[in-house]
Every structure is written in C-alpha cells, then in structure tokens.
C-alpha cells in the first residue's frame, strides 16, 4: 500500500477585489492553516479545506462555497466541497475563488513507493558478526525521497538490528530484518550460523 504525506507551506493570498467595497471583504484565506494541519499519510485519503473570508481587520466574515481547483490533478484533485484527495507525488497549487477573490496554497504530496536494501538478498553470518544494511526509500515515481524515516525491525532471536541498520549475530537460527517507510515494508533473512 503506498501512503502519502502532504504538507502545507503557506495559506494566505492577499488579494484585491474588483468592485467590491473595502470596508467588506479585504481576503480569502484558505483553511486548516499549517498549526491545525495533520497530514493525510495514504494514497486516496483525503483532508477537506474551507474558504474564509476576512475583514481589513482580519475578522472573520463568513466561511462561504468557494470555485475549487488543482492545479495539478496527477499530484492532488478537489471536489466542491473543498476536499483534497492525494493522488502521486509531487507539488500542486490548491486555489479558492470567491467573489473575484482568489487565495492559493502550496501543497507537497509525498508517497512512499517502495523500500530497497543493500545488500539486497538473504544473509548468512556468525554468531557475533555484524553486517551494515543501507535502505534506500523511493516514492511513487521511482525518485529517491532523501528525508523519508525508515524504522528498522527484526523478527526472530537470532539477530537484532539497531536504528542505524547495523545487524549482529546473537543465536543459531533465523531471523528477519525489516526496514519499514510509511506502509512500505522491506524483509531479508538473516541466517546465523556458530562459530567455527
């Protein structure tokens, strides 16, 4: 399953309005602002926005039925409603209308693709002995994603792994490494052998 995470960088547009007075509305924000954003971390799952409109003053007037649009649909689509659904990854504009009006915000789309490790096949080592693994996190389009967590795990007693990817032999016997990013999951066996 691939997950997304999307992150607002900004949400107000400030904006003039043909022909309307000035004591009324001054802008349109787009809402959640970036304090009340949580972020939507699966393909297909959506998070809903409201157009605002604000006062010189920034007082809230009304929160009213804004014109929607992406503008990139490969990366995020919007219905009427103001709710954004990721779709790939990338980076998309989400823009409100309202009365002349517009306000727009900049949203980035990150999907985890998949998860390959160095060395990639099933090991053997000793009791003891360790072994360096490296994970390499790829989104959706095959581009690394450099600043992707991977949470590294190991099934079974006879290797354990730290954070670093650093595994050791502990017992005879065979254990999994996992190295997990988002809902991606990598798994190699590691078979542990006693001395010679």
Same mark, same amino acid.
């Given at each position: 399953?691939?997950?997304?995470? #999307?992150?607002?960088?900004?949400?107000?547009?400030?904006? !003039?309005?043909?022909?309307?007075?000035? /004591?009324? #509305?001054?802008?349109? /924000? #787009? =809402?959640? $602002?970036?304090e009340q954003f949580f972020p939507l971390n699966r393909?297909?799952?959506? +998070?809903?926005?409201?157009?605002?409109?604000? @006062?010189?003053? &920034?007082?809230?007037? !009304?929160?009213? $039925? !804004? $014109?929607?649009?992406?503008?990139?649909?490969?990366?995020?689509?919007?219905?009427?409603?103001?709710?954004?659904?990721?779709?790939?990854?990338?980076?998309?504009?989400?823009?409100? %209308?309202?009365?002349?009006?517009?306000?727009?915000?900049p949203i980035t789309v990150k999907i985890v693709g998949?998860? %390959?490790?160095?060395?990639?096949? @099933?090991? $053997?080592?000793?009791? =003891?002995?360790?072994?360096?693994?490296?994970?390499?996190?790829? &989104?959706? =389009?095959?581009?690394?994603?450099? *600043?992707?967590?991977?949470?590294?795990? +190991? +099934?079974?007693?006879?290797? *354990?792994?730290?954070?670093?990817?650093?595994?050791?032999?502990?017992?005879?016997?065979?254990?999994?490494?996992?190295?997990? !990013?988002?809902? /991606?999951?990598? =798994?190699?066996? #590691? &078979?542990?052998?006693?001395?010679?």
């Amino acid at each position: 399953m691939l997950r997304a995470t #999307i992150r607002c960088t900004s949400v107000i547009a400030l904006l !003039a309005c043909a022909g309307c007075p000035q /004591e009324s #509305i001054q802008r349109l /924000e #787009i =809402r959640p $602002t970036p304090e009340q954003f949580f972020p939507l971390n699966r393909k297909g799952l959506a +998070m809903p926005f409201t157009a605002h409109v604000l @006062d010189k003053n &920034n007082f809230l007037i !009304a929160v009213e $039925t !804004a $014109t929607w649009k992406s503008s990139d649909e490969s990366v995020l689509t919007v219905d009427v409603t103001g709710k954004v659904t990721a779709i790939g990854s990338g980076s998309a504009q989400l823009q409100a %209308e309202y009365k002349g009006f517009t306000a727009t915000l900049p949203i980035t789309v990150k999907i985890v693709g998949k998860v %390959e490790l160095t060395p990639a096949k @099933d090991l $053997t080592i000793k009791m =003891r002995q360790t072994q360096q693994f490296t994970a390499v996190v790829k &989104n959706d =389009r095959g581009q690394v994603m450099t *600043d992707q967590k991977v949470v590294w795990s +190991m +099934m079974g007693y006879a290797a *354990d792994v730290d954070q670093t990817g650093l595994v050791r032999g502990q017992a005879i016997g065979e254990s999994v490494l996992q190295a997990k !990013a988002g809902d /991606e999951v990598a =798994r190699i066996k #590691i &078979n542990v052998l006693d001395y010679e």
